[in-house]
């Protein structure tokens, strides 16, 4: 049974649709990735799961079921319950998902409310985990300020706050983004280790196709609030189904090949939210009149691959 | 042919009363005429304090700058502008770089009228691809597209011999990325212009920069063309930002990261070779002496006691 | 102005707002009407009705000279509204003047400027205002010489701290980056960006400065002696007060009402204008 289905998830911000009838599981353990231009709905999703999204934000159909609990109806307590020790999330930005006016212990000491402890064993335990992911001389680095560590080093200790309640899932919005590349690799191969050894599944939001590729193990492709394109990580980058994975794939400068005069892109706009039938056509090179009049049927591309297309497998 | 612009130790400090550590330290480059030259580095590697630097707009602590082969008498105010005719800075956030309360035209004309250019404003719009009903938005009514096409058009207010980007594929998409670059290398490609590519997108780089320069800490660790020092990198910190970068295949997975720890903080720097406490190859002589930034031919440079491939 | 009344309407919605809005609305309204609505001249004098209580032809009676109080309280709106604008709008030009010297100009200018406010604001305001009054003799440049050394300080550093950020934003770098003149930086890309700033502490400031103002004219220190103002109204009140409180109350209710108009009215304007809570942007 998978920890987390999404099934048919329709979110708007007033009267514009971010999330079209998405749907998406994500089994014990297993570190999937949802990849998308901005804009594209894959934060709106990754919000969606621990129900944080903003108050404009409405939910008008479908179901977020984590272990057997139906996420969407459960009220502020239960709620409360379930974020840290269900659905944990890690952020973009380290810099401000903490206060810059506590030190980083006292602040993830705040995350164990649950367990009344006392103020050594959780010391004990947060000294635990900031050396499980990585922090060198943890006894001290406990009591610095959020300012005095780099950003690197306050993504570990993210990590190490999401970790604390030993959650099911983590949900990790643009990890990597706002770091320089070489800790970015740490972080990664961080991420990949706390799955094996904590046995957590990772969800992971990104807009770098490299980074999809680094640790995950699905990849569910995001266009225009729907998913376009959704399989084994080995079996997308080889044989993207749908034009759109392939149109990514082929704009990748890390996948070309040398003396390129000009880089490719993809022509035209982001979609309007008000299309009817495929929201790619306006910028699909396959695209007819028949793509544009109706919605793309679900298709199977392979185990557990499957993608919206109406037009033959490339 | 002289080089259009040509940097001869900058070096920029913390401001302060007691001369701060070094932001930039004593870095000497130049950019050729129709040459796209990449500055890669990461955070705290000093790139775009470099770039202000060159522009005037951070007070340099030394330096000789060089516009079209014509030294600059000193680091004043009033030679600053003299380069400001040549040389074009276009900033990281094309918005953020915009007077929110004053319309495309309005901005349009203040740079040409500043550096003495000669075009008009529909024409500036029209060089970029855009159309000149433009011109009536405020900033606030362009797409982050237009946004960044209107800064480039502003750069080139004057037919600079040189504009230096500054980040400008952060936080696009893959798309926009190539439609950004596209229009720097026919910028090149038709005008002559030497481009200055400021970033750390090195997938990027390597196909649409000539040469490449590399920073750590302020100073040039190597520096030469793209394909040899993508290929066959001296440095071992470039080795390790090119190892570092994700590749978009699954079966190209590292099974462990490329380099330990992090950049340290310019307060801290370490004594000797500055990446030697991340470094695999470090010697004894790495810890105590500064290497420096050796000439090694076929127009490549390195600073390291024991590059690779080489003996030291 | 579609702006201006875009901003009423959001400070209508909340209370304060509207009191506020009504009570500068009624203040301007007299100060502008004043000469229309009073039904006796201000300084008529009239010694057989002199401290006549509050009657159908003198609604809030005479004072010791006769005079009708509340065509006195009239004008007087006038008088104080007009002292205080004149005021407050010369502190703010001189503010932002010395305030983007501050903080654009070379570090020796800013020094010395930051010395400048620093003493200006550690004078009292009185002994200030007798030493004028002392040199100068009373009047109109005597009580805006001290409000404007009252308010520039602290307009000024405000300028000064906006100049200092504004500095630093990429839109200023770009604009020296293509050699803009530094006249044309000032004007165009600092000074609109600092109004805003300037506005809302101007707002806040005019019932001090009102009540500054007042109690300049109220130790006789103030403008000229023969047109009214809510100062002398008071004054002549403490006078009489043994006989009849009804000066003092006339002179007072206006202040009390204008203190508690503008302040509301400030806070409101405040809050419309903020990005976070008002959205008017």
Redesign the interface.
């Known amino acids: 049974m998978s920890l987390l289905k999404v099934r048919d998830l329709s979110v708007s911000y007033g009267a514009q649709a971010a999330l079209n009838s998405v749907s998406l599981s994500v089994g014990h353990g297993e570190i999937v990735g949802i990849v998308g231009?901005?804009g594209s709905g894959k934060s709106t999703l990754a919000l969606a799961v621990p129900r944080l999204l903003p108050s404009i934000a409405r939910v008008t159909g479908g179901s977020i079921v984590l272990d057997g609990v139906e996420l969407l109806t459960l009220d502020e307590a239960a709620l409360a319950r379930v974020r840290g020790s269900g659905v944990a999330m890690v952020f973009q930005d380290p810099m401000t998902s903490f206060s810059p006016l506590l030190p980083i212990g006292r602040q993830l000491q705040a995350f164990m409310w649950r367990e009344r402890l006392t103020a050594r064993s959780a010391r004990g335990r947060i000294v635990d985990m900031l050396a499980d992911v990585g922090i060198a001389d943890p006894d001290r680095r406990i009591d610095a300020y959020p300012h005095e560590l780099?950003?690197?080093?306050l993504q570990r200790v993210a990590i190490a706050a999401a970790l604390l309640a030993r959650p099911a899932l983590i949900v990790a919005d643009e990890p990597t983004t706002a770091l320089?590349?070489?800790?970015?690799?740490?972080i990664?191969?961080l991420l990949r280790d706390i799955r094996d050894r904590h046995g957590a599944a990772i969800l992971v939001i990104s807009?770098?196709?490299?980074?999809?590729?680094?640790?995950?193990d699905r990849v569910a492709v995001m266009y225009g609030g729907t998913i376009v394109e959704q399989g084994p990580?080995?079996a997308l980058?080889r044989r993207p189904a749908h034009p759109y994975t392939q149109?990514?794939?082929a704009?990748?400068?890390?996948?070309?090949g040398?003396n390129?005069?000009?880089?490719?892109?993809?022509a035209g706009l982001p979609p309007r939210p008000d299309l009817s039938g495929c929201r790619f056509a306006d910028r699909c090179p396959h695209a007819d009149a028949s793509c544009r009049a109706s919605v793309p049927p679900l298709r199977s591309a392979g185990d557990g691959h499957a993608f919206l297309c109406q037009r033959a497998a490339a | 042919m002289t080089d259009p612009l040509t940097v001869e130790g900058l070096t920029v400090r913390v401001p302060g009363r007691r001369p701060g550590p070094a932001i930039v330290d004593d870095v000497s480059l130049s950019v050729r005429r129709g040459e796209v030259l990449g500055i890669v580095g990461?955070?705290g590697s000093g790139k775009t304090t470099l770039a202000r630097a060159i522009m005037g707009l951070i007070p340099a602590a030394a330096g000789r700058i060089a516009v079209g082969g014509v030294r600059l008498p000193d680091l004043s105010e009033r030679s600053f502008r003299r380069l400001r005719r040549e040389v074009a800075l276009i900033f990281q956030s094309p918005a953020g770089s915009f007077n929110p309360r004053l319309r495309v035209d309005a901005i349009l004309n203040e740079a040409v009228r500043g550096l003495g250019g000669r075009r008009d404003a529909a024409a500036l719009l029209a060089m970029v691809g855009l159309d000149p009903g433009l011109l009536d938005r405020y900033p606030h009514a362009l797409s982050g597209g237009q946004a960044r096409r209107v800064a480039i058009a502003r750069a080139l207010a004057a037919d600079p011999a040189v504009v230096i980007a500054d980040e400008p594929t952060a936080g696009l998409?893959?798309?926009?990325?190539?439609?950004m670059?596209?229009l720097l290398?026919d910028l090149r490609d038709t005008s002559g212009t030497g481009i200055v590519c400021i970033t750390?997108n090195?997938?990027?780089m390597?196909?649409?920069s000539d040469r490449v320069a590399v920073m750590y800490l302020g100073r040039l660790v190597e520096i030469g063309p793209t394909?040899a020092v993508a290929t066959a990198p001296l440095h071992p910190y470039t080795q390790?930002?090119l190892?570092?970068?994700?590749?978009?295949?699954?079966?190209?997975?590292?099974t462990?990261?490329?380099?330990?720890g992090?950049?340290p903080?310019l307060f801290a720097r370490p004594a000797g070779c500055e990446f030697h406490l991340r470094c695999p190859r470090t010697t004894e002589k790495c810890r105590v002496e500064l290497p420096v930034l050796r000439d090694i031919g076929a127009g490549r440079a390195v600073r390291c006691h024991s590059p690779l491939g080489m003996a030291a | 102005m579609a702006k201006a009344a875009r901003l009423a309407g959001l400070m209508w919605r909340s209370p304060t707002g509207r009191v506020g809005l009504i009570l500068v609305a009624l203040l301007v309204l007299v100060a502008l009407l004043a000469p229309l609505l009073a039904p006796y001249s201000p300084t008529a004098i009239d010694v057989r009705h002199r401290l006549a209580p509050p009657e159908l032809s003198h609604w809030l009676g005479t004072d010791q000279l006769g005079r009708d109080v509340f065509s006195r309280v009239l004008v007087g709106t006038r008088a104080t509204l007009a002292t205080a604008l004149v005021a407050i709008l010369a502190s703010a030009a001189l503010a932002a003047l010395l305030g983007m010297a501050a903080g654009y100009g070379p570090r020796w200018l800013d020094a010395m400027l930051i010395l400048l406010f620093d003493s200006l604001g550690a004078l009292p305001m009185v002994m200030l205002a007798l030493t004028l009054a002392a040199l100068l003799g009373p009047g109109i440049t005597t009580v805006l010489i001290v409000v404007v050394a009252y308010s520039v300080p602290s307009y000024a550093r405000l300028v000064r701290a906006q100049v200092l950020g504004l500095k630093q934003r990429d839109f200023v770098m770009a604009a020296r980056a293509m050699n803009v003149p530094v006249a044309a930086i000032l004007v165009r890309h600092l000074l609109p960006n600092v109004m805003g700033a300037l506005l809302i502490v101007a707002s806040l400031d005019v019932a001090t400065v009102i009540a500054l103002d007042t109690g300049l004219s109220f130790l006789g220190l103030g403008a000229d002696t023969r047109i009214p103002d809510w100062g002398m109204i008071l004054s002549d009140g403490f006078a009489t007060i043994r006989v009849t409180p009804t000066l003092v109350i006339a002179g007072a209710v206006p202040l009390v009402l204008a203190t508690l108009g503008f302040t509301f009215f400030g806070e409101s304007l405040n809050d419309a204008l903020d990005p976070k809570t008002g959205a008017a942007t």
Request: aromatic residues 2%; hydrophobic residues 40%; charged residues 25%.
């Open positions: 231009e901005s780099s950003g690197g080093m320089d590349v070489t800790t970015e690799a740490q990664l191969h807009h770098q196709l490299g980074v999809i590729a680094e640790i995950c990580v080995g980058f149109a990514l794939l704009c990748e400068p890390a996948l070309l040398d390129m005069r000009r880089l490719p892109v993809i | 990461e955070s998409d893959v798309s926009a990325q190539g439609e670059m596209n290398m750390h090195l997938p990027v390597r196909h649409c394909h390790a930002l190892a570092a970068e994700p590749i978009p295949d699954p079966a190209r997975r590292r462990e990261p490329p380099v330990r992090e950049v903080s």
